[in-house]
């Protein structure tokens, strides 16, 4: 999973989540990045701050947070995943495979708009994009899996 950061020619900056550089690639090829302020295609990927590591001394050009020496790249990154992880169980109502349903639902008007989550097929996922219903994905780490409650 990569996260790029994005803008459009109308000026909106977005995130974009990508299973790899070739997915986004593939994505930004097929010309179905959208932009979610206007619906432009015209989406570029923008420079994004980074935290860089200057040597093995574990000294850094940037403090992403207060003690950086203690947490390397892959923990932070797993820090990161796990908040994501408790804020989406906590805040979205899991549907499981009536994930397309309920959407479906919801955009039409048949049931009040709520936080859902839940799984797709591919096929779900298409119709869903051609309904004009947006699904954004995102990993959840199986509950309780390597959390601190920090």
């Known amino acids: 999973m990569i996260v790029f950061d994005l803008s459009c020619s109308c000026g909106c900056q977005f ?17 179905i990045l ?8 015209e989406v570029h990927k923008i420079l994004s701050p980074v935290t860089v590591q200057k040597s093995s001394s574990g000294s850094w050009a940037t403090e992403p947070q207060t003690n950086p020496q203690s947490v390397s ?15 989406v169980r906590i805040n979205f109502e899991d549907v499981g495979t009536r994930l397309a349903e309920e959407s479906l639902r919801m955009h039409y008007g048949i ?9 797709a097929t591919e096929e779900e996922e298409r119709m869903l994009r ?5 699904l954004l994905k995102v990993p959840i780490l199986p509950e309780g899996e390597k959390e601190n409650s920090n």
């Not at 049931?111 to 799984?119: A, H, L, P, Q």
């Open 15 to 31: 995130e974009g989540w990508f299973g790899g550089r070739d997915d986004f690639e593939e994505q930004l090829r097929k010309g």
């Open 34 to 41: 959208q932009c979610p302020a206007c619906g432009g295609f």
């Open 111 to 119: 049931e009040k708009s709520r936080n859902i989550r839940g799984v």
């Open 130 to 134: 051609e309904e004009g219903i947006e």
């Open 73 to 87: 790249g892959a923990d932070h990154a797993l820090k990161i995943l796990q908040a994501v992880s408790r804020l």
